[in-house]
């Protein structure tokens, strides 16, 4: 819960950089992002009313009903899922649909718009699949190299050709042949030092064979080990890269943060900004309403998020003293069963001031599976157990649980380094370790957390591993 709010918190410690000059103002950009994000928004809410338990990925039946109710192709119905799920519209709790928060916040939050689109922009390689000939270890190099494109464009400032893409593109994927690096087995823990799987094994890294990396998410890199172990030619692999820059930028296209014209790409105004959000390293942080005692939970948490614990308990218990205990329970819990991670801790804290009157209702909530590690750590303090020690009630599955959750909290709320360093938090001792557990456990938004990670860490083999796992969830990969 630290983490979660420190990644409010910090945000707010001191003044945001400016975006260039010209940078359309937020309402504006979330316009754009709205225009881009339609029909996703439409199928995600049909789907959030319908609550189909098939429509993970969209069965064929499900398909149909709904190219018939949105007057969408089949193909354009599954783009659409697709990019809602990406934007984290909507998410899938077993095999029920359920609308994400951004969906619920949709037309009255910019931010929420902006935060979706952005996650779509990380995502542009799963909306845009590489071409299936081409080697994963080329295209990763590719993905890679796609920041410093962006970055081209946006201090050009205007039209770029492709010709010029193209030379930076060699030079870049140039460097990384020099870089060349696999996945290393360490810990990325504090004491530095190899550690072992749960049954004192050690975990063995990734092999860069086990899953096709035809999709993959921005700023991150790759090995340039070829599938079969073979370094693929400097030749061929320069021949590849002008089909494969066309392939990136008609992928940046595809999300709204590149227009094309006849051998030449322009970034967008939500691309220069998103751009500029990237080097910049911030993310729109949610506003605090004012007057948080007189607002509904969701809004009063939200408000004092950005508050240390002792100023928030006092407002917890400014906003209970207010209302009959009952219905203040009741209020809390239904704000922890929603969509945003960073509110149902926040919750189970103000929960913590309630105190004994909470109890049943929180034993209660141990049966939902989006709730449980909260209410067995609220539970273990209730009972007398070290705040520190409390997390040792949780399984490992239980304590992946809570890790994927805090990192969609930070992901949603916070800054890019502050997810790095919630790596460290994790009960796993290896990255390998990690993410096979966090796709075992079904957590609904840990393509989203998977996603941002890559796009985050500085370290271009983990953020391939990373960026593998993300694929592999969200193609129902094992």
Avoid at 20 to 44: K, S, W
Avoid at 352 to 371: C, I
Avoid at 428 to 447: C, D, K, M, S, Y
Wanted: proline letters at 8%; glycine letters at 8%.
């Amino acid at each position: 819960m630290t983490t979660a709010r420190r990644a409010v918190t910090d945000g707010r410690s001191r003044p945001a950089p400016r975006p260039p000059e010209g940078t359309p103002p937020p309402a504006e950009l979330a316009r754009q992002a709205r225009a881009v994000l339609a029909d996703a928004v439409r199928i995600a809410r049909w789907a959030a009313a319908d609550r189909d338990p098939g429509a993970g990925h969209l069965a064929a039946h499900t398909q149909e009903r709904a190219s018939a109710a949105l007057d969408l192709t089949a193909e354009q119905v599954r783009a659409s899922w697709d990019r809602a799920r990406l934007a984290g519209l909507v998410e899938l709790h077993g095999g029920t649909v359920r609308p994400g928060w951004r969906l619920q916040a949709w037309d009255r939050d910019d931010s929420a718009v902006l935060r979706g689109w952005v996650a779509l922009f990380d995502a542009w390689s799963l909306v845009h699949p590489a071409p299936d000939d081409v080697a994963p270890a080329t295209v990763a190099e590719v993905v890679e190299a796609v920041p410093q494109v962006l970055s081209l464009l946006q201090l050009s400032a205007g039209p770029v050709t492709a010709p010029a893409l193209l030379d930076l593109l060699q030079q870049r994927v140039a460097e990384l042949h020099e870089e060349r690096c696999e996945v290393p087995e360490v810990p990325y823990g504090p004491e530095g030092a190899e550690a072992s799987g749960a049954d004192g094994t050690t975990e063995p890294a990734p092999d860069a064979t086990d899953a096709p990396e035809t999709t993959d998410a921005p700023e991150t890199a790759g090995t340039t080990d070829a599938p079969n172990g073979s370094d693929v030619s400097g030749a061929s692999a320069e021949a590849l890269l002008p089909p494969l820059l066309d392939w990136a930028l008609e992928g940046l296209a595809a999300v709204g943060a590149l227009t094309l014209g006849k051998g030449q790409a322009t970034l967008t105004p939500l691309g220069n900004w998103a751009v500029w959000v990237k080097l910049e390293q911030i993310c729109v942080a949610a506003q605090s309403p004012a007057g948080n005692i007189e607002q509904h939970a969701q809004d009063m948490l939200r408000g004092c998020a950005r508050l240390t614990p002792g100023p928030a308990r006092a407002e917890y218990r400014a906003w209970l003293a207010a209302r009959t205990v009952g219905s203040a329970i009741t209020e809390l819990l239904a704000v922890a069963r929603g969509e945003d991670a960073l509110l149902r801790g926040l919750a189970f804290e103000a929960l913590r001031v309630v105190g004994a009157p909470a109890e049943p209702s929180v034993r209660a909530a141990v049966n939902d599976t989006s709730l449980r590690p909260y209410a067995l750590l609220w539970l273990a303090e209730y009972e007398g157990a070290d705040p520190d020690d409390a997390a040792d009630v949780l399984t490992r599955e239980e304590a992946t649980w809570l890790w994927v959750d805090t990192a969609a909290a930070v992901a949603d709320h916070g800054e890019t380094d502050l997810l790095v360093r919630h790596l460290e938090s994790a009960v796993q001792g290896t990255v390998p370790a990690l993410l096979r557990e966090v796709r075992a456990i079904g957590h609904p938004r840990t393509v989203q957390v998977l996603v941002a990670l890559a796009a985050a860490h500085p370290d271009p083999a983990l953020a391939k591993a990373v960026r593998r796992a993300a694929f592999q969830v969200h193609t129902g990969g094992a």
